[in-house]
């Protein structure tokens, strides 16, 4: 199976490279440079329990600062670097820097963190040894991290897949479906895997309030979610009346701008100290 997946990875890097734009192979190559500089940085944006008001963890998200200033969005560099391999090391420094930013976020009362991982990561031969090691390293307290795949991870490759998220569970890392209902499994899929949490996609979030049938399908989720088991987390809510219907359909978490952007770490801890989130 490796080596067949090894030939897959081999075309896809392949194609694109020959379908890679002027602007992409610059972009590229910058990136390369805030990777091999360390000059990628960690945003965290805080996630709310619903029913306490109060955090119940932080997502890291990615940010590069290129050094005339400038900034580009993950929206256009995390795709490009699934595309070029560079989210090998890239991802590795944003789980490492997480992990080491667990402790401070600890002591200010963060009780978890959500670490995104792209399915170059995830399906790598070594990467649970690799998540071990970071662990180790870092002394992180297992039950601090969580990481979030997409459902599109899982499709693949399902049995070794299902391996690994046991072997993560048994550590004590909690497993999140980012981005659902935008990939093609279902609910009942969901359950037969060792994951605890689902995240809603802002897809369905973002005209919640005029639109009937994004209420039905996310009512939907939700009650099916909890069915089987899942906590179940809203993105992109930006909205008073998003948080009411989403309270209303018993969803557990909420996560968007109309709580808090992402934000560096320094501003997130003085975020928590002058609000009574925790
Ligand atoms: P995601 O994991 O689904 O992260 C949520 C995205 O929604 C973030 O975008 C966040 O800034 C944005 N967001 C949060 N609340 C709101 C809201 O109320 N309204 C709107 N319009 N947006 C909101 P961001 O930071 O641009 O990241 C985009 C995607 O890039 C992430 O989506 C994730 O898939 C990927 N990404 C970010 N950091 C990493 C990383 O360290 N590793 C990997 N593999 N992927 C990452
Ligand atoms: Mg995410
Ligand atoms: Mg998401
Ligand atoms: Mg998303």
Redesign the pocket.
Same mark, same amino acid.
């Given at each position: 199976r490796a080596k067949q997946q090894g030939r897959n990875h081999y075309q896809f890097f392949s194609s694109q490279r020959k379908s890679m734009s002027q602007s992409d192979i610059i972009l590229r190559s910058q990136f390369q440079h805030a990777i091999d500089t360390e000059s990628l940085q960690?945003?965290y %944006?805080p996630i709310i329990d619903l029913t306490t008001g109060k955090l119940a963890s932080v &997502?890291?998200?990615? =940010?590069w600062t290129r050094e005339d200033g400038s900034s580009v969005? $993950?929206?256009e560099f @995390?795709p490009l670097a699934e595309a070029t391999g560079q @989210?090998i090391p890239? #991802?590795a420094w944003?789980l490492k820097q997480a992990c080491t930013d667990i402790h401070i976020l600890q002591q200010h009362g963060v009780p978890r963190v959500a /670490?995104?991982?792209?399915a170059l %990561?995830f399906h790598r031969a070594n990467f649970f040894e690799q998540i071990e090691r970071i662990l180790v390293d870092t002394n992180t307290p297992t039950n601090m991290l969580e990481l &979030?795949l997409?459902e599109s991870i899982l499709m693949e490759n399902t049995s070794n897949a299902i391996q690994v998220l046991e072997r993560l569970r048994n550590l004590g890392i909690g497993v999140a479906i !980012? !981005?659902f209902g935008t990939g093609f499994s279902g609910l009942s899929y969901l359950k037969t895997l060792p994951v605890s949490k689902l995240?809603v996609d =802002?897809a369905f979030i973002k005209e919640l309030s005029e639109s009937s049938s994004d209420q039905v399908i996310t009512q939907g989720i939700i009650n099916m979610a909890h069915q089987v088991g899942l906590e179940v987390v809203a &993105? #992109? /809510? &930006?909205t008073g009346e998003q948080v009411q219907l989403l309270k209303q359909y018993g969803c557990g978490f909420a996560? #968007?701008?109309?709580y808090v =952007? $992402?934000m560096a770490l320094a501003d997130l801890i003085m975020y928590l100290k002058t609000t009574d989130l925790v």
């Open positions: 960690l945003y %944006q &997502e890291a998200l990615m =940010r969005s $993950p929206a @995390i @989210i890239a #991802g944003s /670490v995104n991982l792209s %990561q &979030e997409t !980012d !981005d995240k =802002r &993105e #992109g /809510v &930006e996560q #968007g701008f109309y =952007r $992402p």
